[in-house]
């Protein structure tokens, strides 16, 4: 079996007695979209340093396609594209001339290279400032370009740090769509680490929730959000056009429904498992019209906000 | 490391800090050469006209240095302009992780970078060379013979061995320090210390090992000025100076200043082969390439396991 493409074993660092990563264990699967999140100084971008082989790990190993980081490097990087926290540009080379640069660097020979740099700046949609000088880029211009940066080298495996810090809300979402399609369209697996979480919960598969060096969470969304803020439950949310103590306790008496609490004509039900068909029949039986049902899905935020409540 | 030396030359050439230094040094070659060659015009009737040409780089007029003194002052800031930011600034750029996180070690930065900047200034070197010598042809309307081109020669090689130190120097600061401004500083106050203070301490350590008056016998001064040359010697200026008279005149045939009676005696008079002049500075040459491997290696340690954070 191929090894994962991200994996860690009690890896830790320290700076010179504060430990920013405490014995993290992480795997990440081809093709996933791992979502990083933590309260700033939690230690993700040392995480990621140390997967890249640009800092060693005091103590643990982090490995890449089953490459130590710290041993192997170049085969590590060979492979990976890393967006940094505040990504930097030659300022007096244009967009093309400071791609150009990487590929050489990649010994990506030039007539395939200049295929690909005008392939990459389409997708992030710089073509029409290709030639223009990187020092009278915009901010959001230049996250584009990282990322441009980041698939030039036809990476299997990116590590995008903060990748929508400081773009607008446009900005933001358009960059979210290129993550998604190259991980979809190319297979390409991403880690991903942010501050917002409605954006990480809209496009990752799974996300490791870090505090302090140590990952208190990690799973996806729903689950966490289960097991986390639900304590395990179902939860629906259903509006009734007339709500009566017959229709409560037949739905009540559903198997697998803990709680009905009444609130006007909304009913929040909970339970251990997904009740709605039956909720709705019991609705209709009870001469009663659903006019809403959802089953309660958690935010990202609340379970986030969980864990420093904890704290 | 080829992406990077190309990359590195480009920006050379383009940058205002080549042009500039390259319009003053070129300013103070030709303006010491012309009163060179007027001063040789004056005297050629008394003196012979053997190795007449090289007294273009040696002779001082009665208002400016000569070459060679140009060269020595000038050298050190070359080599220190051309190096003092070339990490950190891309450090503070942020570009610096962004080429550290591809497939390249680490070295080939600081070898691809310390290269390209020795090519730009063997280039400077050899045109100015070149300049000073149509002017000198022009002026005292001698061609140089063979003998004196290949002195030429080797007199370049010195040259580019000395600023190539500063050079050195330059870039294990700007790996040494964070910020431009520290390196450059840490950088001009080492050079100011091995150019003008050194010959203050070599007489300070002279005086206090072996001190002398006007009583003392022959074998005392003797001590005296050894002890105050092998401290001079630990500046690469002194050691580019002692070398490049040796080269460029082959009438020196020792290195000391005090020579005995008794041990001219012995000597023929006459010039000194190439071959013979190389000898008395060969000692001089493995100095100076010692003290770049110490630049080098140093960098090379500092740099090698850094942590590259971009902030
Ligand atoms: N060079 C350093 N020397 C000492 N401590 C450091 C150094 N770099 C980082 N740290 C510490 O390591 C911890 C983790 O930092 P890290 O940059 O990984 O956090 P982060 O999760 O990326 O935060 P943010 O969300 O702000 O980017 C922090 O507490 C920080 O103070
Ligand atoms: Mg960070």
Redesign the pocket.
């Known amino acids: 079996m191929a090894p994962p493409v991200v994996e860690t074993i009690k890896l830790t660092k320290d700076?010179?007695g504060?430990r920013?990563?405490d014995s993290l264990d992480l795997r990440i699967e081809e093709g996933e979209i791992f979502g990083f999140l933590?309260?700033?100084?939690?230690?993700?971008?040392?995480?990621i340093l140390m997967l890249l082989g640009l800092t060693e790990p005091t103590l643990g190993v982090a490995k890449v396609c089953g490459h130590d980081a710290t041993r192997e490097p170049l085969k590590v990087k060979r492979i990976t594209g890393y967006l940094p926290?505040n990504v930097g540009f030659y300022e007096d080379l244009t967009a093309r001339e400071n791609l150009r640069y990487i590929t050489r660097l990649n010994r990506i020979p030039e007539r395939q290279a200049s295929g690909k740099i005008d392939e990459v700046l389409e997708i992030v949609g710089l073509s029409e400032v290709a030639d223009r000088e990187v020092g009278r880029f915009s901010r959001g211009m230049k996250r584009r370009l990282g990322m441009a940066d980041v698939l030039v080298k036809d990476p299997r495996l990116v590590f995008l740090?903060?990748p929508t810090a400081g773009i607008d809300p446009d900005g933001a979402s358009q960059i979210l769509d290129f993550i998604v399609s190259m991980s979809k369209e190319k297979g390409i697996t991403v880690l991903l680490?942010s501050?917002l979480l409605h954006q990480v919960q809209k496009i990752c598969d799974r996300v490791g929730i870090?505090v302090k060096?140590c990952m208190v969470a990690e799973g996806p969304v729903e689950r966490l959000g289960r097991e986390v803020v639900g304590g395990g439950q179902n939860a629906l949310e259903v509006q009734v056009t007339e709500s009566s103590a017959n229709l409560i306790e037949s739905i009540e008496s559903i198997p697998g429904v803990k709680a009905v609490e009444c609130s006007g004509d909304m009913l929040s039900i909970r339970g251990d498992k997904d009740v709605r068909a039956e909720v709705s029949r019991a609705i209709f039986e009870n001469g009663s019209l659903p006019l809403h049902i959802r089953a309660q899905d958690y935010t990202l935020e609340e379970i986030y906000l969980k864990y420093f409540r904890e704290e | 490391m080829r992406a990077v030396f190309w990359k590195e030359l480009a920006d050379y050439f383009g940058s205002w800090r080549f042009i500039i230094i390259f319009a003053v040094i070129c300013l103070a070659a030709l303006s010491a050469t012309y009163t060179a060659a007027q001063t040789i015009r004056g005297d050629i009737a008394q003196t012979p006209t053997e190795y007449v040409f090289l007294r273009l780089f040696t002779t001082s007029g009665e208002t400016l240095p000569s070459f060679i003194f140009f060269l020595s002052f000038f050298g050190p800031l070359i080599g220190i302009i051309f190096g003092f930011d070339v990490i950190n600034s891309e450090r503070s750029r942020g570009t610096l992780s962004r080429v550290l996180s591809q497939p390249l070690f680490r070295d080939s930065v600081i070898n691809g970078k310390f290269l390209a900047g020795l090519t730009a200034i063997a280039i400077m070197l050899a045109s100015i060379i070149l300049v000073v010598s149509g002017l000198g042809l022009r002026m005292i309307g001698v061609a140089p013979a063979p003998g004196e081109v290949a002195r030429i020669g080797v007199f370049f090689l010195i040259s580019l061995l000395y600023v190539g130190f500063w050079l050195g120097l330059g870039i294990l600061f700007s790996v040494l320090f964070r910020r431009t401004i520290t390196s450059v500083l840490a950088a001009i106050a080492i050079w100011i210390s091995l150019a003008l203070f050194i010959s203050m301490f070599a007489g300070i350590a002279a005086n206090w090992v072996a001190p002398v008056d006007q009583h003392s016998e022959a074998e005392a001064i003797l001590e005296h000025e050894r002890i105050y040359d092998s401290v001079m010697r630990i500046s690469p200026t002194t050691l580019f100076g002692e070398a490049t008279e040796t080269v460029l005149n082959p009438g020196k045939r020792t290195l000391r200043g005090v020579v005995l009676v008794r041990e001219v005696e012995g000597m023929i008079p006459g010039p000194l082969a190439l071959g013979q002049s190389l000898m008395l500075v060969w000692p001089h040459l493995v100095a100076l390439i010692a003290l770049i491997l110490i630049c080098f290696a140093v960098s090379y340690v500092r740099f090698m396991r850094e942590?590259i954070?971009a902030t």
Do not use: C, L, Q
Not at chain 1, 38 to 47: D, S, Y
């Open positions: 700076y010179d504060t920013a990563v933590g309260p700033n100084g939690a230690g993700k971008t040392t995480t926290e740090d903060e680490s501050h870090i060096g | 942590e954070r």
